[in-house]
Structure formats: C-alpha cells, structure tokens
C-alpha cells in the first residue's frame, strides 16, 4: 500500500498529484532518466513507465533502473501486456481495459503478468482503464469500443463497473497525443459517483490550462507524456501544470 497510500496522501493534501509518463521505447534510459530527473525538479510527484507498443524486457528493465539513478521519486509501470512488468519498479498500475473487444486486455495479460508480480513484491494498485475518444494507439492496440467524447454516461457506467468490481482507480484516458482532453462534463460525472476512489485523466493534456480544467472538474491525478518527449525546458513546462493543479 506504500505507493498507493503516498498518491492519495498527496491528492487529500495537495488537492491532485501530477504523475509523468515516460515510454522507454521512446529514448534510451539514460536520456530517459534525464527526462525523469528533470519532471522532479519540475514538481512531478511520480514517474509512470509504459508504453503501447515495444515497452518490456531489458530496455524496460535498464530504463528504471537508471530513473532510480537519478531521482527518489516512485516508478509505477504502465503496462501495455505482460512484457511490461519488470521487478525494478516500485509499483504497477494492475489494470484491466474494461472497455476492450479483446478479452486478453480485459484478463489474458493480467493472468500472465500476476505470477511475475508476486515474485517480484512490487505493489499492484488496481485500476479500471476506460479509453475515450479518440483513443490514439493504445485504442488502436487495445482493440477498445471507444467511449464517445459527449458520452458521459457511458463513462459512468464503466466507471461504476470498475468501482463494484473492487478497483481502487480509474483511468479516462484519451490517448496518448490526442487532439483533445477528456472533456470536464465526462469527468465531473465520473467523479460524482467515484465518491473517495481516485480518479486519472490523461491523453492531450499539453498546457497548464488544460491540466487546470480537468483537475477543477474532478481529476485527482493528472498524467502528461507528450510534453516532456517533445520540451526543450521539461523542468518549466511541468513546473508550469504543477503549479496550475495544485492547490
Ligand atoms: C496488468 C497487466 C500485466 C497488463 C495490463 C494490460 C492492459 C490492460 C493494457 C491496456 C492496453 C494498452 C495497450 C495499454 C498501454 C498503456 C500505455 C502504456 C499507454 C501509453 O501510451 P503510449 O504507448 O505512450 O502511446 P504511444 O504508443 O502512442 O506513444
Ligand atoms: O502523451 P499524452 O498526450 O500526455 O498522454 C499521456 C497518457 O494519458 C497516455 O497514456
Ligand atoms: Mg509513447
């Protein structure tokens, strides 16, 4: 419960916890323990290491290994599949894709991912992962029946499903680059009957004001990944979101 117990402290406290997605096949882990340093010192409270596509084995394995290098803050994996549980994070966001047509991202991975979980003692924080349009790669890859973006109850359905089923977070993702946010409506209503259990937006979530809207509507975690891939200044452009979502 450490990881999970430090994420709800910081968002009873601080009002929303900002979590940094860093995707190891994106740059290597020495580059990617640069980025990791550089959204500490911005303020970030945690780094997520995952991604859709290419995000296991030793390359995962090196990536947190050098992220521990440079910074104390928790490494929570994000995984695509199986491949992507590795034993030098702290935790995992232990997630089934409530919304998928594939039932090996609904079950099938979390199956073949447990076992190297139990081993490893790495912490497993439950997670409903709801993906919204327009999805981006990981709706491609996840083969999800999208929830559309005016949609609110869907989202609340699912979000209910998640919560009944035992699930301590929720995910409204819209994919990683995506032209627009989840909508505050959307999240306001799933946090309406979220009640305590945590709620994460994240997908196109690029500026302050953005990242402001959605933590105002009801988001307690804030992901962003884009930004700090493509930023010349990743300590400023985090600085600046911190800063706007905190209270
Ligand atoms: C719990 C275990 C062991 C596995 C869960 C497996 C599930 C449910 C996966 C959901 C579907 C999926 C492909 C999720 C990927 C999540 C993720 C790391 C998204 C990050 O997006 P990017 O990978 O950065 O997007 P790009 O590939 O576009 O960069
Ligand atoms: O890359 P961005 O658009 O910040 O999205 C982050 C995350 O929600 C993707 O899984
Ligand atoms: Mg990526």
């Known amino acids: 419960m450490q990881v999970e117990k430090y994420l709800n402290d910081i968002a009873e406290r601080e009002g929303t916890v900002h979590l940094t997605l860093i995707d190891p096949a994106s740059q290597s882990p020495d580059e990617a323990a640069e980025i990791a340093l550089a959204a500490a010192q911005g303020g970030t409270d945690a780094i997520m290491v995952g991604g859709s596509t290419g995000a296991g084995g030793m390359l995962l394995d090196q990536t947190l290994l050098k992220i521990k290098e440079k910074t104390d803050k928790p490494n929570i994996l994000f995984p ?10 702290d935790a995992i966001f ?10 090996s991202f609904i079950t099938s991975n979390q199956v073949m991912g447990a076992p190297v979980v139990y081993k490893s003692g790495i912490e497993p924080i439950s997670m409903a992962y709801l993906i919204v349009e327009p999805g981006g790669t990981v709706g491609w890859v996840g083969d999800a029946k999208l929830i559309p973006k005016n949609k609110a109850d869907i989202a609340v359905a699912y979000a209910l499903a998640g919560k009944y089923l035992g699930m301590h977070y929720t995910y409204l ?6 032209d ?9 209503a799933v946090k309406h009957v979220l ?29 962003t990944g884009t930004i700090v891939e493509k930023s010349s200044n990743v300590t400023a452009r985090i600085e600046e979101i911190v800063s706007a979502i905190k209270s």
């Open 180 to 188: 627009e946010a989840v909508r505050p409506e959307m999240i306001g």
């Open 173 to 178: 993702e819209a994919g990683s680059g995506a």
């Open 80 to 89: 695509g599949n199986s491949a992507g549980v590795s034993r030098y994070a």
């Open 94 to 103: 232990f997630m089934s894709l409530l919304n998928s047509r594939d039932i």
């Open 195 to 223: 009640g305590d259990n945590k709620l994460i937006v994240g997908g196109g979530i690029r500026d302050a004001v953005t990242a402001k809207r959605c933590a105002l509507a009801g988001a307690d975690m804030i992901v």
